[in-house]
């Protein structure tokens, strides 16, 4: 589930909202809280409207512990990695300087009809690079 939703996230985050449960969350835009799978696809939407050409987020130290058979959390460190192309053809090969941020992602997953659902999606800011703060700035 986290690597399909951090896969989807990079590209369509559209499609990401139905990795949630009906009453799922995410803490986006910052500092407010989106509920609802609906919801959720509205707000991913206008993430999909920005134009990053080239977006990565790369996972690690992945823990996961189930609960109970319905029920089960999860922690990962996410670090983001985006990149604009200079050239309007988009060719060529993209160029990655230094991550935009490190965040610790914490999962709570709830098993819906026989399907494993993300209930809830917790983010926190571990690091941020400056010069990605500028630009979102702009």
Not at 12 to 41: C, L, N, Q, Y
Not at 53 to 61: D, G, I, Q, T, V
Request: hydrophobic content about 40%.
């Amino acid at each position: 589930q986290v690597y399909t939703f951090l896969k989807l996230f990079e590209r369509e985050h559209d499609k990401t909202a139905d990795m949630f449960t009906e009453d799922g969350s995410v803490p986006f835009p910052a500092g407010k809280i989106t509920v609802g799978r609906e919801a959720i696809r509205e707000f991913f939407r206008t993430i999909d409207a920005k134009d990053v050409e080239l977006n990565l987020l790369l996972a690690n130290n992945l823990l996961i512990t189930v609960v109970d058979e319905d029920n089960a959390t999860g922690f990962c460190y996410v670090t983001h990695l985006q990149h604009l192309f200079e050239d309007s053809k988009r060719e060529g090969m993209g160029i990655l300087g230094e991550p935009n941020t490190v965040t610790s992602w914490f999962w709570e997953f709830k098993r819906v009809k026989g399907e494993w659902k993300i209930g809830k999606l917790d983010v926190d800011l571990t690091l941020l690079n400056e010069r990605f703060l500028e630009m979102m700035s702009e």
